[in-house]
């Protein structure tokens, strides 16, 4: 079983809808967990992390980590075609260095 | 700010050579760590430096080699080059103990043929 696991999509949705991106991950040990944003050809982004569970809201963006069923979201609120992309979640350890990704969700927003 | 930069953008190499990867670390970061992305794939931790020591590895072969020099940029060196080392080779920066507020290069596109 991964760490990390993602449904790579794709998804495609309408501009100006609600996007949801959601993945699992096996080990209770993570306390950080992170959202990335990667455009074709180009490095990851960081778009936002939550440290344990709980919400963050940034924008149009908001991150929500259940640690009761080990489930990590990303909502994307009026979504624009600059919106598509790779979505990747990923998390650490409180106390290892490295970030463990998901495989990615690509992401399509029709005009 | 140039962030963090990645040399050369894009790599072709036959099996069996060696190759080397360069990065330059946001300005600021002390801390680099190397990432290998297959295709349709999340990026893999490879291993990370600080203070010019390499301080964490992942599930990688002793083929991939790194080095961090005095003034924090960074080389990762690979031997022996197989046909599935064929990805894209991302850096990715921070200050020591800010993991999670990782910055990342463009990547370096390595096909080996």
């Known amino acids: 079983q991964k760490e990390v696991e993602q449904d790579p999509g794709p998804l495609s949705v309408p501009e100006g809808a609600i996007v949801s991106l959601n993945c699992t991950y096996s080990n209770s040990a993570f306390q950080y967990f992170m959202w990335y944003r990667q455009y074709s050809r180009k490095g990851p982004e960081l778009l936002m992390y939550t440290y344990s569970s709980g919400n963050k809201e940034d924008g149009r963006f908001t991150a929500q980590v259940d640690k009761s069923s080990k489930y990590i979201s990303l909502f994307i609120r009026d979504s624009q075609p600059s919106d598509s992309a790779t979505y990747l979640c990923?998390?650490?350890?409180?106390?290892?260095?490295?970030?463990?990704f998901g495989s990615g969700t690509r992401l399509s927003i029709r005009p | 700010d140039a962030g963090v930069t990645q040399s050369p953008t894009h790599l072709i190499k036959t099996r069996g050579q060696q190759v080397t990867l360069r990065c330059s670390p946001k300005s600021g970061h002390d801390t680099v760590s190397w990432y290998q992305q297959a295709l349709g794939q999340g990026p893999q931790f490879i291993f990370q430096?600080?203070?010019?020591?390499?301080?964490q590895r992942g599930n990688f072969p002793d083929r991939f080699s790194g080095h961090q020099f005095p003034n924090y940029s960074s080389e990762l060196n690979v031997n022996a080059l197989l046909l599935g080392d064929s990805a894209l080779y991302l850096c990715?920066?921070?200050?020591?103990?800010?993991?999670?507020?990782?910055?990342f290069g463009q990547g370096t596109r390595l096909t080996v043929v």
């Open positions: 430096y600080y203070e010019e020591e390499e301080r």
């Open positions: 990715a920066s921070s200050r020591r103990g800010r993991d999670t507020e990782a910055f």
């Open positions: 990923a998390r650490r350890g409180s106390s290892a260095s490295k970030i463990i």
